[in-house]
């Protein structure tokens, strides 16, 4: 499963609020279930991964989430 910080550019919705949320239900929703195997946080810039990894533990950052940043 992969997802972009929704909202968060033109829109204005303030980074750190978004991934606190982002993080805050994926991690709710792997304590319960098994799949998706992999969540990616596609992020637009390595600013917006910053405020991500620092949302994530190590202990988070782990086969199953991964932080990806930059333009594609």
Known sequence: ???????????GFPIERATQIAVGHVRAFLGRSAYPEVVVFCC???ADAAVYRR?????????????GGGPV
């Open 55 to 67: 949302f994530l533990t190590p202990k988070d950052i782990t086969s199953s989430i991964k932080i």
């Open 44 to 46: 637009f810039s390595e």
């Open 1 to 11: 499963l992969a997802f972009p910080a929704i909202s968060t550019g033109v829109y």
